[in-house]
């Protein structure tokens, strides 16, 4: 008996305690809830038990305060403790095996103590998601556009149907279109959740065809479980109107992406076209002279570390100049010994190639080498939902471009182009009326050699550099060039798109490897059937 009424009492203490509790906890979310300053309710976060921090974080977020949004931030991040001997609410970084710690209040630097002096205030998903739309919230308020808009996407991302009157107060005071537009989705996609019918048929009629993620994906759960046949077949309609938007798009990116291929082959390729078509040279070791270039921009980033942002203003000219001298010595030093003989032309270029390698892993070592992409080429252009283009891409493409037009105007309108072509055509006419071929030849393989220079510093944006950098691009340089016409500058322009953009087509369904294997078979029958390529350099002495 004794045992009993022990055991009855210990549960009428337990439970008496846990109902003054529930009354102490409750009448600290009044409390909170009647407190109107920053300085009254964030010391009550030391504390505060884990139910009752959402109430103060609302209440935080309710205030009229600038301090209110660096507050929630840093407890989103997991920054905001308190002092286990003065239960003084501050902000922390760790440090090693300590913590920087500042006042929340004030700001006020504490100096660094010990992991065991501080606690962290509890932050759990649940809560992590109620701070960010209450950011959000508070965002909505910005006078930036472009934030206010940012926190509308984010509200629209998570189908917060508490987020519902806040979205239409901003709506009736705003006045950005791009914002507007983003408010109209986010009530609509409220209203795919409501229980009338009429709602979700007149939200479907206004998303069809959008391409945001959490709407597409609301759409497609509509398709397949709303309770009303015709709201569920007008989900499937609208869902298929958004699949085809994504498809298109799509091939946009497939197509982006050929185009980003096939100027980096064009880059690899223009300078052997020059080489190859005027001097009949099989040069292996042109992706050497790529590799040179390359490696002049990771010299120019680290002589000059704090000017990255114009490196690339420097390393073109300083690339086209380097590969061009050396370019210049291998055509004075080995190979105008060796014209008319290919073989051997052969042989002499591919031991260059692997003495260039040797000498970059002598003075840079074997490792790969990182290239700094500057500010204005990192990042991504953000077209829509599905499609975004790669600035560091985007650029190499206009790049591309630019420096083929100057190449063009380079041997139309100057009086090296003009002797370029003459002896490309009819070396022994070109001699005859007095041009020096031998001055031209030099001075054409170093234009050739110094463009391999210049695709380096692309290339440099798009990959590690190493000592076998050009390797990978001699192989699809000689395709290029053989497939476009020898010699021929547009037949190489051509040829470098066709061959990028098919390969990229032929990729999601072949792989990677088996679309090289498919290309490579292509342009074997293609040379069977057309042996001077697509466009064949014209001119008497090649007609012989």
């Not at 002499?348 to 003495?355: H, Y």
Request: some cysteine.
């Amino acid at each position: 008996m004794q045992r009993i009424a022990l055991i009855l009492a210990t549960a009428f203490y337990l439970f008496g305690l846990s109902g003054m509790l529930s009354k102490v906890e409750a009448q600290t979310l009044e409390d909170a809830e009647a407190l109107s300053s920053f300085e009254e309710i964030v010391p009550i976060f030391a504390t505060a038990s884990r139910n009752e921090i959402p109430a103060l974080v609302e209440s935080i977020a309710n205030l009229e305060d600038p301090r209110k949004k660096p507050f929630l931030e840093n407890m989103l991040e997991g920054r905001i403790y308190f002092t286990r001997e003065e239960e003084r609410v501050v902000k922390a970084i760790r440090v090693d095996d300590q913590f920087q710690i500042s006042d929340a209040l004030s700001g006020e630097d504490l100096g660094l103590v010990a992991t065991r002096a501080v606690a962290r205030v509890s932050v759990n998903n649940s809560l992590r998601r109620g701070i960010r739309l209450l950011l959000a919230g508070i965002d909505l308020e910005h006078e930036d556009p472009e934030i206010r808009l940012s926190a509308v996407e984010y509200m629209v991302d998570q189908a917060a149907a508490e987020s519902h009157e806040q979205l239409i107060q901003l709506q009736i005071r705003e006045d950005d279109q791009s914002v507007i537009q983003a408010i109209e989705e986010g009530l609509a996609l409220v209203d795919l959740s409501s229980e009338d019918a009429s709602r979700r048929s007149r939200a479907l009629d206004k998303l069809t065809g959008n391409l945001n993620n959490a709407i597409r994906n609301t759409i497609a759960r509509m398709a397949e479980n709303d309770p009303d046949p015709e709201i569920q077949a007008q989900a499937q309609q609208a869902l298929f109107s958004i699949q085809s938007k994504v498809e298109l798009y799509g091939y946009v990116q497939t197509l982006f992406f050929g185009l980003s291929l096939g100027s980096v082959l064009l880059l690899a390729a223009i300078g052997l076209a020059i080489t190859f078509g005027v001097m009949g040279v099989i040069n292996m070791a042109h992706g050497e002279l790529i590799m040179l270039g390359a490696y002049t921009t990771y010299v120019v980033q680290q002589t000059f570390p704090n000017s990255i942002e114009a490196s690339l203003f420097i390393a073109i000219p300083a690339a086209f100049v380097v590969s061009g001298s050396f370019g210049i010595a291998i055509e004075r030093g080995i190979i105008r010994f060796l014209y008319g003989r290919p073989l051997e032309t052969l042989l002499a270029t591919f031991g260059i190639s692997l003495i260039l390698q040797q000498l970059v892993r002598t003075v840079f070592s074997p490792q790969n080498r990182q290239v700094s992409n500057p500010q204005w080429m990192s990042g991504q252009w953000q077209f829509n939902e599905v499609l975004a283009l790669t600035y560091n891409r985007l650029y190499i493409l206009i790049f591309c471009l630019i420096l083929f037009a100057l190449l063009l105007l380079i041997l139309k309108k100057t009086r090296l182009g003009i002797e370029v072509r003459a002896v490309s055509q009819n070396r022994s006419m070109a001699k005859a009326i007095g041009v020096r071929s031998g001055w031209v030849d030099a001075l054409t393989f170093g234009l050739g050699s110094g463009i391999a220079g210049i695709a380096g510093v692309a290339l440099s944006q798009l990959t590690n550099v190493g000592p076998n950098l050009g390797q990978a691009y001699i192989v699809d340089s000689f395709m290029v060039v053989v497939f476009g016409g020898v010699g021929n500058l547009w037949g190489t322009f051509y040829g470098a798109f066709i061959l990028g953009i098919s390969n990229k087509i032929m990729e999601p369904w072949a792989g990677a490897v088996v679309a090289k294997i498919l290309i490579l078979v292509f342009i074997i029958l293609f040379i069977q059937r057309q042996p001077r390529g697509l466009f064949p350099q014209k001119g008497r002495g090649l007609e012989d």
